[in-house]
């Protein structure tokens, strides 16, 4: 059995949370692209032959290990500076429009684990009222 539940309200600092650690984890893998694409450039360079570019290609690769945590850093703050922007914009629309309604069914495994609840003398079912979500 389906409630449905109202998301009225995003908290931001949750999301901060988890965007910024998420978005330091894609900065890394990005960084470490651009590291390789660099060192690649780099090896292609100097296989050549003797090209006079001996001390290019040793700043190549030095700018590509440092593009690691730079990359990392960056996409991190301004991920989340992005996404923290739409919360904010959400949690305003959301209190002049209203929120997005979500019907929500328990897991199949907690439905299972749960005893059944039987009413006290003279009550019927329980029924939990519906609830709004406002915040965590």
Known sequence: MAKAYVLKKIPLWPVIRVCFVVFII?????????????????????????????????????????????????YAVFGTIVVAIWVLIYNLIASVVGGIELMLEPAAELVKAAPPQSPGAGEGPHVPPEKTITGF
């Open 26 to 74: 894609i900065g890394i893998l990005i960084g470490i692209l651009y590291a390789l694409l660099l060192s690649s450039w780099s090896f292609l360079i100097s296989s050549l032959g003797d090209s006079g570019l001996g001390d290019e290609v040793g700043i190549l690769r030095g700018i590509g290990l440092i593009l690691i945590p730079l990359i990392a850093i960056l």
